[in-house]
């Protein structure tokens, strides 16, 4: 099972954020999450030593980063989590800050649940969570990230797309280096650039 929500970016990211995974509030599909739901499986999480997995869209291998804290509150389940720097963390990172990316999605499987057939909610009172991840289309719009923290530069996402290219490193710094009119070696500047034009120019290849 699988229950969205909002996400709200307030600043420029550096990869860390912190927010609100889950809340108490009944959801569009009208479920709603009891306080103390998630105390049994961060209980067990907290055992291992680990928390579960932060993913791109519940694509089980697409982690976009890691959860560094949960917390359940009365308000609902708090969390605390770092972007990657490679793979889907700059896209993710990207997206989130524009406002693209505006949902939190928590994978788990409902453990106990009651249907209240007055108010027409499914009142969920103990889940096991299996992992939080960034989505498009929240489901509820009470859980938020409040905070995503300054840091990662445009050129450091710019980079990392070049090199998904095939750019080498060097290259790609010197791309962007002109670009920007930074000192570089004239000669290292220029064949970068029109290397890296030359790729960009080429036909986009779809996978299948």
């Known amino acids: 099972m699988e229950k969205s929500f909002e996400l709200l970016i307030k600043s420029a990211s550096s990869g860390e954020f912190s927010g609100w995974a889950s809340t108490y509030e009944p959801d569009l599909v009208n479920d709603q999450i009891m306080p103390g739901a998630f105390d049994e499986t961060l209980g067990r999480w907290r055992g291992k030593g680990m928390w579960p997995a932060l993913l791109w869209h519940h694509h089980m291998d697409e982690p976009v980063g890691a959860i560094t804290d949960l917390t359940a509150t009365d308000k609902g389940l708090h969390l605390r989590g770092k972007l990657a720097s490679l793979g889907r963390g700059p896209q993710a990172r990207e997206l989130m800050t524009m406002g693209t990316l505006r949902g939190l999605s928590i994978g788990f499987q409902a453990k106990r649940e009651e249907m ?3 108010s027409g909610l499914n009142r969920i009172y103990t889940v ?5 991840s960034l989505c498009s289309v929240p489901a509820n719009t009470s859980a938020m990230v409040t905070s995503l923290a300054k840091g990662l530069t445009s050129e450091r996402i710019a980079e990392q797309r070049l090199r998904d290219l095939g750019v080498s490193r060097r290259e790609a710094l010197a791309f ?9 070696a004239p000669r290292e500047s220029a064949a970068a ?5 030359a790729l960009i120019a080429q ?3 779809l996978r299948r």
């Open 128 to 132: 096991d969570l299996y992992e939080v």
């Open 116 to 118: 209240d057939a007055a």
């Open 176 to 184: 962007l280096a002109a670009l920007k009119g930074l000192e570089v």
């Open 203 to 205: 036909p986009v290849r």
């Open 193 to 197: 650039t029109a290397d890296v034009l």
